[in-house]
Antibody
Framework: QVQLQESGPGLVKPSETLSLTCTVS????????WSWIRQPPGKGLEWIAY???????NYNPSLKSRVTISVDTSKNQFSLKLRSVTAADTAVYYC???????????WGQGRLVSVSS | QSVLTQPPSVSAAPGQKVTISCSGSSSNIGTNYVSWYQQLPGTAPKILIY???KRSSGIPDRFSGSKSDTSATLDITGLQTGDEAGYYCGAWDSRLNVWVFGGGTKLTVL
């Protein structure tokens, strides 16, 4: 059974960089696509970006200038960096396995990241 | 404002049926695969339906999906209190080049 687990700081100061890592277990990261999705408190889902094992990436244009997604196949992990954060970036951040442009079939439990001084 | 439009809330009594709509456009629902996700309170979303009408593994046949042109529908029959959750539709948007989701529908089982 594939499992995903997000890790990283739960509190980030405004203007700094949010960094999260997703560790994949029960399956290899060297197949499928891997996405980050976020959900502000009480609001809906927003897709951030995807990556595959070969480093092929796609970003949400609304966040593209501030986001970098990367993959480390040796550790079965992929990561998210979001620069210059503001309070509007406060959200639960989920990592998910994506069947390319088809569906998200496995999700992490989510990591609440608050942006506050 | 979400690209896909869902009603904010629906409600029905236990044992009844509820329908949740998801309206989009030719660049998302009209040409790409629709999936539905259930989000129980305090948990991550879980895949219910994919390719508009296929149930994910372990999902009971009380849940069904359909698609017509640029709209999709999730039907839930024989409602149970455990079905109280948020429900989201999603699809790839070929014009925007992003995944888009509906704003979510909160189901209350009265």
């Amino acid at each position: 059974q594939v499992q995903l687990q997000e890790s990283g700081p739960g509190l980030v100061k405004p203007s700094e960089t949010l960094s999260l890592t997703c560790t994949v277990s029960g399956g290899s990261i060297s197949s499928f696509y891997w996405s980050w999705i976020r959900q502000p408190p009480g609001k809906g889902l927003e897709w951030i970006a995807y990556i595959n094992y070969g480093g092929n990436t796609n970003y949400n244009p609304s966040l593209k200038s501030r986001v970098t997604i990367s993959v480390d196949t040796s550790k079965n992990q992929f990561s998210l960096k979001l620069r210059s954060v503001t309070a509007a970036d406060t959200a639960v951040y989920y990592c998910a396995r994506e069947q390319w442009r088809f569906l998200f079939d496995y999700w992490g439990q989510g990591r609440l990241v608050s942006v506050s001084s | 404002q979400s690209v896909l439009t869902q009603p904010p809330s629906v409600s029905a009594a236990p044992g009844q049926k509820v329908t949740i709509s998801c309206s989009g456009s030719s660049s998302n629902i009209g040409t790409n695969y629709v999936s539905w996700y259930q989000q129980l309170p305090g948990t991550a979303p879980k895949i219910l339906i994919y390719d508009s009408n296929k149930r994910s593994s372990g999902i009971p046949d009380r849940f069904s999906g359909s698609k017509s042109d640029t709209s999709a529908t999730l039907d839930i029959t024989g409602l149970q209190t455990g079905d109280e959750a948020g429900y989201y539709c999603g699809a790839w948007d070929s014009r925007l080049n992003v995944w888009v989701f509906g704003g979510g529908t909160k189901l209350t089982v009265l």
